[in-house]
Each structure stands twice: as C-alpha cells, then as structure tokens.
C-alpha cells in the first residue's frame, strides 16, 4: 500500500521561495510517475509539475514553467522547489504517485487522477 506524506508548506511574501517535500513508501514498481497538483478555494484541481521516475523525464504546468522544479531522490522523496512565488500560487498543494504504464502521456493534466495522493500542505503567499 503507497503512502504519501506531505511536509513544507506555509505562509510567504511574495518574491520568496518554499521547498515541499513528499515522502512515500510502500511498493513501487521500477517506473512510476509521481507529482504535485494544487487546489485552491473554489477551484479546480490543477496539475503543477510531475516527474516520471524511470526516464527522468519532468513536465510543468504553464503558470510554473520557470519558476517551480520538481525532483526526486533514491529514497522516494519527492520535492517541489517554488521560486518567485505569487499570490495566485497560493492553495493546498498534494502529492501523488500512478504505477500506471505510461502514466506521463497524459502530462500535468493527469497528475490529479492519479490513485495515491497525501494529505496535502497549505501554501500561503501574500
């Protein structure tokens, strides 16, 4: 059973820079997608930026592209470093992870169907 845990939101000026990071455990298969997708009050779910494990291959939503990186070390962290972030980045950010095949085709629209997520962690910039 994967588990995601979520650590490293909270509250920033903007212009400044947060680092989320998502711990996972549990069985994973050699290649997998995991990601972070946002939702903000009375908005939809929006994919931000995902990483296909086995390739290294990364995508970004348009509104991050530039600003945000996503990462993943050998102990199945995944992290998001935002830079130059905006009152519009403001919302719940969650991980997620699909053992899918494939499951990077469908680009940071996918991320938010993907079947394991955490909790999620506020992000607040003002």
């Known amino acids: 059973h994967v588990q995601l845990v979520e650590s490293g939101g909270g509250s920033v000026e903007t212009g400044r820079s947060l680092r989320l990071s998502c711990t996972a455990s549990?069985?994973?298969?050699?290649?997998?997608?995991m990601g972070w997708f946002r939702q903000a009050p009375g908005k939809e779910r929006e994919g931000v930026a995902g990483i296909a494990t086995g390739g290294v291959s990364t995508y970004y939503g348009d509104s991050v592209k530039g600003r945000f990186t996503i990462s993943h070390d050998s102990a199945n962290t995944l992290y998001l470093q935002m830079n130059s972030l905006r009152p519009e980045d403001s919302a719940m950010y969650y991980c997620?992870?699909?053992?899918?095949?494939?499951?990077?085709?469908?680009?940071?629209?996918?991320?938010?169907?993907?079947?394991?997520r955490g909790q999620g962690t506020q992000v607040t910039v003002s």
């Open positions: 549990g069985y994973f298969y050699d290649s997998y997608c």
């Open positions: 997620a992870a699909d053992e899918r095949m494939f499951c990077w085709l469908s680009g940071t629209r996918g991320i938010v169907t993907y079947p394991y």
